[in-house]
């Protein structure tokens, strides 16, 4: 059974859908929720201290096709203060020419901030495409 939970940040009302196997969903200015406790609470609150915190918190993407899985896994292995372009990812999945396949798994991120689709940039540097 999923468990919905919401907090107040700097960025606005974030809620977040937890289930047995993790994590599924985070959603900025989502619908209001009972205050999010436990590990997830304080994994946000330690991510907003500016800590690295969601590298080994159990994330459930079994509702995303296999490519985008692969595109988030590989995501994921990004480094916290680290930023990549769509090209260098699509290059680490061993599609040189696959940046905007990339750009579309990513933008199907069903869990941004944990897994940090924000530290993939345009090829000239920019922030695109990201909605949060």
């Not at 929720?33 to 994330?59: H, I, S």
């Amino acid at each position: 059974m999923d468990t919905d939970g919401s907090m107040i940040t700097p960025w606005g009302r974030l809620t977040v859908k937890i289930g047995a196997a993790g994590l599924r969903r985070v959603r900025f200015d989502g619908p209001e929720a009972p205050p999010l406790t436990g590990e997830w609470a304080a994994a946000f609150d330690a991510y907003l201290r500016g800590e690295d915190v969601f590298g080994k918190m159990p994330v459930d993407l079994t509702s995303v096709p296999p490519f985008t899985r692969r595109v988030l896994d590989a995501c994921r292995e990004i480094h916290f203060g680290t930023v990549l372009t769509y090209r260098d990812l699509a290059e680490r999945l061993g599609c040189p020419r696959g940046s905007r396949a990339v750009g579309q798994a990513l933008a199907r991120n069903p869990v941004p901030v944990v897994i940090p689709c924000h530290r993939v940039l345009g090829a000239r540097g920019a922030l695109t495409g990201f909605l949060g």
